[in-house]
């Protein structure tokens, strides 16, 4: 929400967790759907029961071959979050740190969640929805990196809300390469620093 000036009024809503669901045949005109439309952004911070409930950062998807619902990975909440057809939020399954990629073996009804910040695949029954194992993984990343990920990424640590993190913007740690004035409404008209215009 970077159209929005002044950081005393972003504070707590400047980022949305949307999906867009696009049907061929009208390419131009998208369903939008809220994936957190449980929070209520004019109370800041939310309950811990708002932060618990809330998707951050969403990522691999796989699709039940019938139908009727997809596995999203929510790698800023530690969570899969079970949609229907129309991306509404049915569950969620609490698996690893760091959720980023999901394979489903829909005959043997199992779920393969890969955990990078921890490397670890999390493997989930789909009927019960529930992690029935853990399997670990070698990462040869220094204990600096690894120690790191979540004060990037971890929203539950660093939202009031529970879904954004750094990284909601920083997407890998990268520049975002959005404009944002969040200056002092009440203070003085600067001039920019030499070499910045």
Same mark, same amino acid.
């Given at each position: 929400?970077?159209?929005?000036?002044?950081?005393?009024?972003?504070?707590?809503?400047?980022?949305?967790?949307?999906?867009?669901?696009?049907?061929?045949?009208?390419?131009?005109?998208?369903?939008?759907?809220?994936?957190?439309?449980?929070?209520?952004?004019?109370?800041?911070?939310?309950?811990?029961?708002?932060?618990?409930?809330? !998707?951050?950062? @969403?990522?691999?998807?796989?699709?039940?071959? #019938?139908?009727?619902?997809? +596995?999203?990975?929510?790698?800023? $909440? /530690?969570?899969?979050?079970?949609?229907?057809?129309?991306?509404?939020?049915?569950?969620?399954?609490?698996?690893?740190?760091?959720?980023?990629?999901?394979?489903?073996?829909?005959?043997?009804?199992?779920?393969?969640?890969?955990?990078?910040?921890?490397?670890?695949?999390?493997?989930?029954?789909?009927?019960?929805?529930?992690?029935?194992?853990?399997?670990? !993984?070698?990462? @040869?990343?220094?204990?600096?990196?690894?120690? #790191?990920?979540?004060?990037? +990424?971890?929203?539950?640590?660093? $939202? /009031?809300?529970?879904?954004?993190?750094?990284?909601?913007?920083?997407?890998?740690?990268?520049?975002?390469?959005?404009?944002?004035?969040?200056?002092?409404?009440?203070?003085?008209?600067?001039?920019?620093?030499?070499?910045?215009?």
């Amino acid at each position: 929400l970077n159209h929005i000036r002044f950081e005393p009024a972003l504070r707590g809503r400047f980022i949305r967790t949307r999906m867009a669901i696009v049907n061929p045949a009208s390419p131009g005109n998208p369903t939008i759907v809220d994936l957190n439309p449980h929070i209520d952004y004019d109370v800041n911070p939310g309950p811990p029961s708002e932060i618990a409930l809330s !998707l951050s950062q @969403p990522g691999g998807m796989a699709f039940a071959p #019938g139908g009727g619902t997809i +596995y999203m990975t929510a790698l800023g $909440s /530690g969570k899969v979050a079970v949609l229907d057809d129309n991306a509404n939020v049915l569950d969620r399954i609490a698996v690893g740190e760091g959720p980023s990629g999901v394979a489903l073996d829909g005959a043997r009804e199992r779920l393969y969640v890969l955990n990078r910040f921890e490397s670890t695949i999390s493997i989930v029954n789909t009927q019960t929805r529930q992690v029935i194992g853990v399997l670990p !993984l070698f990462d @040869p990343s220094p204990a600096e990196v690894t120690d #790191g990920r979540r004060f990037l +990424y971890d929203a539950r640590i660093s $939202s /009031g809300h529970g879904d954004a993190a750094c990284a909601s913007c920083h997407a890998g740690g990268n520049m975002d390469g959005i404009a944002w004035d969040l200056g002092d409404p009440d203070g003085p008209i600067l001039p920019p620093p030499p070499n910045q215009i």
